[in-house]
């Protein structure tokens, strides 16, 4: 049975629920009613028999039918309070179950779509390191061809060390990430992942200005290098055929630091912006397709900026591209008391 089937059947057998629940409860009422009247009759023609009355008129008059009617006012009373609270727990239970499922597919798409892209993801680089490795063990080569092999294989080993870190990290934000504060020099971080970045990216123009007398901050050091690395990266891979990146870092008052990567590619649509950070997320355009990734990149930065006490948002770069700017507490505990 397919899931959309599924889907209708579900509804169905809620739907049925709900309408067999508003029957029972109609019959309860009209059984009420039933035993008030006959009960009513019997006490009546008994007093009849007695004499003690001698129309309807008067019966409704006696203490025995007030009592009656006024049991039989509680017993409707209670059949709808009850009824109210077991419709209540129904729909509460239902709606529930509804949402959990709808959780559990999306998570299940997720999952398998994640399995999906590391699982080719992780296949690609092996496969050409691989054949580099087979290659240079069957055959001499000339130094400069045996180089050029070499390269590619570090090219490859460095982008499977790239999967492995985002993995890594998102496994750890899984399990609650508590940033491991420390005095860091900003700049100096910078500087030190472009430095890593160009080592990966040879032909791009990566420029990077700081403003002087930048303070201190209070970061984590692993989780700023992630953050840095992944939208380095994205700037690049997204930045169009000769991409060009800028990084500024800046203060803002005497409490925040400002990072803005800015590149020049295609840019992001409005629409997506909000998409983006989500786990797995990838902008399903060709263009940014034709790129290898897993959509794990921003989650990753979203949640570590978010763990600073930071933000982070996206605007569009002139005349194209995107500048994702980063607004960070310069000490963490201060803040976070106001
Ligand atoms: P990964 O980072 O795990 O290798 P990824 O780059 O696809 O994979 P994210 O970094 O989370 O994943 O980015 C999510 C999506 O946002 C990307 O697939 C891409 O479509 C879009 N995107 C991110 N940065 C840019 C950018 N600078 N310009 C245009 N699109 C971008
Ligand atoms: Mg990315």
């Known amino acids: ?56 008129e ?8 007030r009592d009656l009617a ?3 006012r509680r017993q409707e009373w209670m059949i709808l309070g009850e009824g109210l609270v077991f419709l209540v727990t129904l729909s509460a239970g239902i709606w529930f179950i509804n ?27 092996i496969a050409s390191i691989q054949l580099v490795l087979e290659t240079l063990m069957k055959r001499e080569l000339p130094r400069e061809k045996e180089l050029d092999f070499l390269k590619a294989a570090f090219e490859e080993n460095e982008r499977l060390q790239g999967l492995v870190e985002n993995l890594l990290f998102s496994a750890r934000l899984e399990n609650a990430y508590q940033p491991d504060f420390e005095e860091l020099d900003l700049a100096q971080l910078v500087a030190s992942v472009i430095d890593r970045v160009k080592v ?4 791009v123009a990566l ?23 992944n939208l380095l990266e994205n700037a690049i891979k997204y930045g169009g055929e000769h991409p060009v990146v800028k990084v500024r870092l800046n203060a803002h008052g005497d409490e925040q630091v400002v990072i803005e990567v800015a590149d020049r590619g295609p840019g992001i649509p409005e629409s997506e912006r909000k998409n983006i950070f989500q786990k797995f997320y990838r ?4 263009e940014t397709r034709r790129t290898k990734g897993t959509g794990l990149g921003l989650f990753i930065v979203d949640q570590v900026v978010r763990a600073h006490g930071g933000n982070i948002n996206v605007q569009p770069n002139q005349p194209t591209g995107t500048i994702f700017r980063i607004t960070l507490p310069v000490d ?6 106001h």
Do not use: C
């Not at 009613?33 to 009513?40: G, S, T």
């Not at 023609?45 to 309807?56: E, K, T, W, Y």
């Open 58 to 65: 008067e019966f409704h008059n006696t203490a025995v039918y």
């Open 283 to 286: 902008i399903g355009s060709e």
């Open 207 to 229: 420029d990077f200005t700081a403003q002087e007398d930048l303070p201190l901050v209070m970061a984590d050091r692993s989780g700023l290098t992630s953050v840095l690395f």
């Open 70 to 72: 006024a049991a039989y």
């Open 200 to 203: 990966r990216y040879r032909n």
């Open 99 to 125: 949402v959990s499922y709808h959780r559990e597919i999306k998570a299940n798409e997720q999952r398998r779509n994640f399995l999906l892209s590391i699982t080719h993801e992780l296949k690609s680089p």
């Open 1 to 56: 049975m397919n899931k959309s089937w599924l889907r209708i059947l579900t509804y169905v057998i809620m739907l049925y629920m709900l309408l067999a629940f508003a029957w029972w409860a109609m019959l309860l009422f009209t059984k009420n009613r039933d035993a008030f009247l006959a009960k009513a009759e019997v006490y009546k023609m008994g007093m009849v028999a007695q004499g003690l009355i001698r129309s309807d």
């Open 332 to 337: 963490h505990k201060v803040l976070s008391v």
